[in-house]
């Protein structure tokens, strides 16, 4: 079926960037586009008005939690309840792993955020999850339910089973690491036997890759033989990486190296590869390190000349008064920058607003980073993380993953640049279409066929169990009425 797009914007690819098509067309057949321009002549089974409408590329997610996440719950101060378990309760949660979410719970989660994923604007997503596990790999359960919601869906989603060999435990002269050799390399073995059976199914929509979970979880021999493995297998590798500061002292101690130093001198840094976060590097003042100056770019160019990929998810570490420093320096490196959500809620365009927005605080300069730069960041360079020069762009021969943005509204009535617009100004609830290989699985701002306010009374609820059964609180903004 050939169906085209007339919009009053659309962000077409010339082959080496985006430009931006007043009044232009996009026309796509089946799973793939067939022409971008100003106009088209050919026949068509379908015409799609879409005055006043911004076409775009579908997004892509780059990191982005595929169960429900309570990070939301962290702003405006510090939790009490949960927290880091003893040695001895460390050890028989590894001897007895149990899942924090599994069964109902755990297809309601999926459920819910596969559906605010693609509301949110990503047509391909990089699948995470918080651990959800006592042990040192969470039930394959969890990676087979998201790939089933994947498919049901209709989204296009690179899975993982991740792993660790690590397992953090606290005593009175504070916090420490238990090794287990062996248990680490068990869940690399489950994580490999997942990607040989899952993927390129769902009609190539869904992928895999390799998710060593934490950087300061996993031994230098577990990441060398996931290295291996992933060039072995053909699958891209994603990792947390220096996302908190006691992790990057820890890597000092152990080996004289910032984190990012420590992974490129052991050879695991390479395109195809995704450190998410970052915050912690030699460029960081925050963040010394010996025989190194004040924000020493080193760590920054090894990232740049070995092709690996920053996934930058800024509105998390923003609610708890933390950004990356810093997007502009990253980027004048050449490295390349893909742009994730993280957690609640899964926005892509309040992702790049945050992104843009912290990026300029960082430099104290407002054309430190522009929208241009988080749009390419949240398209190209996601694309380009992934190794997959067919998303992230509308050109003949590009996948059909196609955006449509209401700027119709008086919050998005200024469109004299609608990229903009777009980024600054609106939200996903101006997201009117989403489609994904060619069919739409948003339409009219809604997933057809589900119920979208009983599924999240649902997820609510999931979530207060999961709150109650760890006991964590964090501060209310207001007292509870009482009689």
């Given at each position: 079926m050939r169906t085209v797009i007339k919009g009053s914007w659309v962000v077409g690819y010339d082959g080496e960037e985006h430009r931006l098509i007043r009044d232009g067309v996009v026309v796509y057949e089946d799973d793939r586009v067939i022409h971008v321009g100003k106009g088209y002549d050919g026949e068509a089974d379908e015409v799609v008005e879409a005055k006043g409408r911004l076409v775009i590329p579908g997004l892509v997610n780059i990191h982005a939690v595929t169960s429900i996440d309570i990070v939301h719950f962290r702003i405006d101060g510090v939790g009490v309840g949960g927290g880091r378990g003893s040695k001895e309760s460390m050890l028989e949660g590894l001897r007895r792993p149990h899942a924090y979410l599994e069964g109902e719970d755990l297809r309601v989660s999926a459920e819910f955020c596969l559906a605010a994923l693609l509301k949110g604007g990503a047509t391909t997503i990089g699948e995470i999850t918080a651990f959800g596990s006592t042990g040192l790999q969470p039930p394959r359960e969890q990676a087979e339910t998201f790939t089933e919601m994947a498919g049901r869906f209709g989204a296009r989603m690179y899975v993982s089973h991740p792993y660790i060999d690590m397992k953090k435990y606290s005593d009175g002269s504070g916090t420490h690491?238990?090794?287990?050799?062996?248990?680490?390399?068990?869940?690399?073995?489950?994580?490999?036997?997942?990607?040989?059976?899952?993927?390129?199914?769902?009609?190539?929509?869904?992928?895999?890759?390799?998710?060593?979970?934490?950087?300061?979880?996993?031994?230098?021999?577990?990441?060398?033989?996931?290295?291996?493995?992933?060039?072995?297998?053909?699958?891209?590798?994603?990792?947390?990486?220096?996302?908190?500061?006691?992790?990057?002292?820890?890597?000092?101690?152990?080996?004289?190296?910032?984190?990012?130093?420590?992974?490129?001198?052991?050879?695991?840094?390479?395109?195809?590869?995704?450190?998410?976060?970052?915050?912690?590097?030699?460029?960081?003042?925050?963040?010394?390190?010996?025989?190194?100056?004040?924000?020493?770019?080193?760590?920054?160019?090894?990232?740049?000349?070995?092709?690996?990929?920053?996934?930058?998810?800024?509105?998390?570490?923003?609610?708890?008064?933390?950004?990356?420093?810093?997007?502009?320096?990253?980027?004048?490196?050449?490295?390349?920058?893909?742009?994730?959500?993280?957690?609640?809620?899964?926005?892509?365009?309040?992702?790049?607003?945050?992104?843009?927005?912290?990026?300029?605080?960082?430099?104290?300069?407002?054309?430190?980073?522009?929208?241009?730069?988080?749009?390419?960041?949240?398209?190209?360079?996601?694309?380009?993380?992934?190794?997959?020069?067919?998303?992230?762009?509308?050109?003949?021969?590009?996948?059909?993953?196609?955006?449509?943005v209401n700027l119709t509204g008086l919050h998005t009535a200024l469109t004299f640049d609608p990229i903009k617009t777009m980024v600054y100004w609106a939200s996903q609830r101006d997201i009117e279409t989403v489609i994904v290989d060619g069919r739409k699985v948003v339409e009219n701002g809604r997933i057809p066929g589900l119920d979208e306010e009983a599924l999240a009374r649902r997820a609510d609820e999931v979530n207060h169990r999961y709150a109650e059964r760890t006991g964590l609180r964090y501060p209310t903004s207001l007292r509870d009425w009482e009689e």
């Open positions: 690491y238990h090794h287990d050799e062996e248990g680490g390399l068990r869940g690399l073995e489950e994580a490999v036997k997942f990607c040989k059976e899952y993927e390129g199914t769902h009609d190539d929509r869904v992928r895999t890759m390799l998710f060593p979970y934490m950087f300061d979880a996993c031994s230098e021999g577990l990441l060398r033989e996931t290295r291996a493995r992933a060039d072995e297998l053909g699958v891209p590798v994603h990792m947390h990486t220096a996302q908190y500061l006691p992790e990057f002292y820890e890597t000092l101690r152990r080996h004289g190296k910032t984190p990012v130093h420590f992974l490129h001198d052991v050879g695991f840094l390479a395109p195809r590869t995704i450190l998410t976060h970052l915050l912690y590097t030699s460029l960081n003042p925050v963040s010394q390190a010996p025989n190194t100056d004040v924000g020493d770019p080193r760590d920054v160019e090894m990232l740049a000349m070995t092709g690996t990929t920053l996934g930058h998810t800024p509105a998390v570490w923003a609610r708890v008064g933390l950004g990356l420093h810093s997007y502009a320096r990253f980027r004048d490196a050449g490295v390349n920058i893909a742009i994730g959500t993280d957690a609640f809620p899964m926005d892509m365009i309040m992702e790049m607003r945050c992104a843009a927005t912290m990026g300029k605080a960082a430099e104290r300069n407002r054309a430190a980073v522009t929208a241009g730069d988080v749009f390419n960041a949240a398209t190209l360079g996601g694309a380009k993380a992934l190794g997959r020069p067919d998303l992230g762009r509308l050109a003949p021969g590009s996948k059909a993953d196609i955006v449509v």
